[in-house]
């Protein structure tokens, strides 16, 4: 298909109005380069001037201070590029201000009103799950939809198999081979997914940051092969697992895993239990422990395998595993291979775990109704597809009662929820040490890869052995245990050591006292870093090692992530979860939706890139677009979404939440952003004035 031609599915609207779709000047003039740099040089300017400023702090939140605020805008050719409003702030630094950090990595946002604090207000309502249908014919349509893909599907094979046999030699036996591809199974694939190819697994490069540049592709054969332009385009990201915004290129964290690169090089080479292990993994999963507030733990360099690899290690034959109905694969996988029996009740529903409990109890084993070796639950603390909190005051008090072991996988949550960054006990203000297991990764809110698992130390040195991560699996690399490290240093903060008076010995042996009072003491959860607890080697900026900027960036998340969803339902759409989780879902139902929403928001003057989601990863009728929200966006960003979903809600009929005259306009939503942030969950589901 040549670039220059029309896709087949644009719409036209046929209205006397400017199409939504046309290259709009902003409405919002914007900063020219060369004011920008000019505010930004006397900042500098008056930055060296002063060492400790006494007017405003640095109101960034970056990772370090470059050597020029120049530095923190790339290269002017971008800035004079800024038609899409990405790369410049829509209001230059004042002189007080001082910026460093890359504004298409990292949102410039100086206002504190746009912070708030992430922790469960009392009052607030912890509801179940509930499932908020469309009007009838949005539904009737989808099914339809679906109807006509299958049917037309199978035609086409019937069709095909007969005048085309060369494009399905793969689907049939030959030469005595029984095909590696199942004709049936692959066919939600072939006839389904391919339609809607160009929503997934879209190229990227750069730094997956506030901002992301598309490497932009088209497909001369309806998405069988894509074709590289050559061309790239940047858009906000909404899309990407970086919930704190340490995916950074520059700053203290970046510079930390290049020093550890010259140390350590890029890789161990080898298994924790065959000479893969290194100091600085006994260092980071101390430093999880301290941060999770467990004994100990143990870190894998997947996420997925530590479910998958160490539940079986946890539980097996005689053993009960109550799962949420929606935990996600990982859990799934780990359970089936432990040989563990199974059941599951409904999504966060904890008078249905109740009753599956008592059940389970009263009856034991199956056929021969032995009691049960260990009943174990496990839930996820933030669900990826429905943006749900579990229910956690309510699972410790069923836990009390019924006396069974309970494992969180904090996968989403860890970093991302709490007023320190905790997780889900930290949102509640819940001791951790009242959960048996804690598991999480650190893929989404630490800028980094892998995943952990924590709890006593005497099952982290089970797993240790029996688990299959140990004897199997490729040891976390060098670069990857700094980047944990550094972005968890910044987040606790690192405490002031204390040091001798003098170099007199009644002095140093006075220090030396202080020092095993201190080790004999349980450190205070949640609480600073330690020093003992990091490399020598590894420094952080006073700014991040303070923690003072990692408080921001949990503020700014906090806010953003509420403002987004308060702001969608308040517009009329049907989203999913609690408004303090960054993963918002917005349901679209239909699935030749899922194509025009995500190309409407690509082709908008400000490209927005959104992640669409379907069958089999969410049920047949409730496709959805995941936005998942960054501590890295501003609130300007946040309304260019907003108005985004806005009008081509409009357009695609997804504004069935709300009867019309109960919902907000769009410059109402923008305005009332700091009020729709603080409203409870119980309030937002109440009509507004």
């Known amino acids: 298909m040549p670039a220059s031609s029309p896709s087949p599915m644009a719409l036209n609207i046929a209205s006397p109005t400017p199409s939504m779709f046309t290259k709009r000047k902003s409405q919002t003039p914007m900063a020219s380069a060369?004011?920008?740099?000019?505010?930004?040089?006397?900042?500098?300017?008056?930055?060296?001037?002063?060492?400790?400023?006494?007017?405003?702090?640095?109101?960034?939140?970056?990772?370090?201070?470059?050597?020029?605020?120049?530095?923190?805008?790339?290269?002017?050719?971008?800035?004079?590029?800024?038609?899409?409003?990405?790369?410049l702030p829509p209001r230059p630094p004042t002189s007080e201000q001082v910026f460093t950090t890359v504004h298409t990595e990292f949102g410039h946002c100086g206002n504190d009103i746009y912070r708030i604090e992430s922790k469960h207000t009392p009052g607030e309502v912890i509801q179940a799950h509930v499932d908020q249908d469309p009007p009838y014919y949005i539904l009737l349509s989808t099914y339809i939809s679906y109807l006509i893909l299958i049917v037309i599907g199978h035609i086409r094979d019937f069709i095909g198999k007969r005048f085309s046999p060369k494009s399905y030699t793969h689907l049939v036996p030959r030469n005595g081979y029984a095909p590696l591809n199942s004709d049936f199974d692959s066919f939600y694939t072939r006839r389904l997914k391919t339609r809607m190819d160009e929503c997934f697994s879209q190229p990227v490069t750069g730094v997956a940051g506030r901002t992301i540049l598309l490497l932009d592709r088209i497909s001369p054969d309806y998405n069988h092969t894509h074709i590289l332009t050559g061309t790239r385009t940047r858009a906000l990201n909404i899309s990407s697992y970086n919930y704190l915004g340490f995916a950074q290129a520059r700053g203290g964290c970046a510079d930390a895993v290049e020093e550890s690169i010259r140390r350590y090089g890029v890789s161990t080479c080898g298994t924790r239990l065959e000479g893969g292990s290194s100091e600085l993994h006994a260092v980071t999963e101390g430093l999880v422990a301290k941060f999770v507030g467990m004994e100990d733990a143990l870190i894998s360099s997947m996420g997925f395998a530590t479910n998958s690899a160490l539940i079986p290690a946890l539980v097996g034959k005689g053993s009960l595993v109550i799962s949420d109905e929606l935990n996600h694969a990982s859990i799934r996988f780990g359970t089936r291979l432990s040989g563990a029996n199974i059941r599951t009740f409904k999504h966060n529903d904890m008078a249905n775990l109740e009753a599956l409990l008592r059940e389970v109890i009263s009856q034991g084993q199956?056929?021969?109704?032995?009691?049960?070796?260990?009943i174990l639950v496990i839930v996820e603390g933030l669900f990826s597809m429905e943006g749900t909190l579990t229910n956690l005051p309510e699972l410790l008090k069923l836990k009390e009662k019924y006396k069974f072991y309970l494992f969180i996988d904090e996968a989403?949550?860890?970093?991302?929820?709490?007023?320190?960054?905790?997780?889900?006990?930290?949102?509640?203000?819940?001791?951790?040490?009242?959960?048996?297991?804690?598991?999480?990764?650190?893929?989404?809110?630490?800028?980094?890869?892998?995943?952990?698992?924590?709890?006593?130390?005497?099952?982290?040195?089970?797993?240790?052995?029996?688990?299959?991560?140990?004897?199997?699996?490729?040891?976390?690399?060098?670069?990857?245990?700094?980047?944990?490290?550094?972005?968890?240093?910044?987040?606790?903060?690192?405490?002031?050591?204390?040091?001798?008076?003098?170099?007199?010995?009644?002095?140093?042996?006075?220090?030396?006292?202080?020092?095993?009072?201190?080790?004999?003491?349980?450190?205070?959860?949640?609480?600073?870093?330690?020093?003992?607890?990091?490399?020598?080697?590894?420094?952080?900026?006073?700014?991040?090692?303070?923690?003072?900027?990692?408080?921001?960036?949990?503020?700014?998340?906090?806010?953003?992530?509420?403002?987004?969803?308060?702001?969608?339902?308040?517009?009329?759409?049907?989203?999913?979860?609690?408004?303090?989780?960054?993963?918002?879902?917005?349901?679209?139902?239909?699935?030749?939706?899922?194509?025009?929403?995500?190309?409407?928001?690509?082709?908008?003057?400000?490209?927005?890139?959104?992640?669409?989601?379907?069958?089999?990863?969410?049920?047949?009728?409730?496709?959805?677009v995941r936005f998942c929200v960054s501590a890295a966006h501003t609130k300007e960003d946040v309304d260019t979404v907003l108005r985004a979903c806005d009008e081509v809600g409009d357009v695609l009929d997804l504004k069935h939440g709300l009867p019309q005259r109960e919902r907000w306009s769009l410059e109402r939503v923008m305005e009332s952003a700091v009020e729709l942030a603080s409203l409870m969950r119980g309030k937002t589901e109440s009509p507004s004035p």
């Open 366 to 374: 199956p056929k021969t109704h032995r009691p049960w070796k260990k």
């Open 34 to 87: 060369a004011s920008y740099l000019s505010a930004l040089s006397q900042a500098d300017a008056r930055a060296r001037n002063i060492r400790m400023p006494t007017a405003t702090p640095a109101l960034s939140l970056s990772s370090s201070i470059t050597s020029s605020s120049e530095d923190t805008v790339l290269h002017e050719a971008e800035i004079d590029n800024n038609h899409d409003g990405l790369v």
């Open 412 to 624: 989403h949550s860890i970093g991302a929820l709490g007023p320190h960054g905790r997780g889900i006990a930290d949102y509640f203000g819940v001791d951790p040490r009242r959960i048996d297991i804690l598991m999480g990764t650190f893929t989404k809110s630490f800028g980094a890869a892998g995943g952990y698992i924590a709890g006593n130390k005497t099952l982290i040195d089970r797993l240790r052995v029996h688990g299959h991560l140990g004897p199997y699996a490729e040891a976390m690399t060098p670069p990857v245990l700094t980047q944990i490290m550094a972005s968890m240093a910044s987040i606790m903060g690192i405490a002031i050591p204390n040091t001798p008076l003098d170099n007199s010995p009644a002095s140093i042996m006075q220090y030396q006292q202080q020092q095993l009072e201190l080790r004999s003491v349980s450190p205070v959860h949640p609480g600073p870093a330690p020093p003992a607890a990091l490399p020598h080697w590894l420094t952080l900026p006073t700014h991040l090692a303070s923690g003072a900027e990692g408080r921001e960036r949990l503020m700014r998340l906090a806010f953003n992530s509420r403002y987004l969803h308060n702001g969608l339902k308040k517009l009329g759409f049907i989203t999913y979860g609690h408004p303090s989780s960054p993963i918002v879902p917005l349901l679209l139902f239909n699935p030749g939706k899922m194509c025009m929403f995500h190309r409407m928001m690509k082709d908008r003057q400000t490209p927005i890139i959104v992640v669409v989601v379907a069958y089999p990863a969410t049920p047949l009728v409730t496709s959805r």
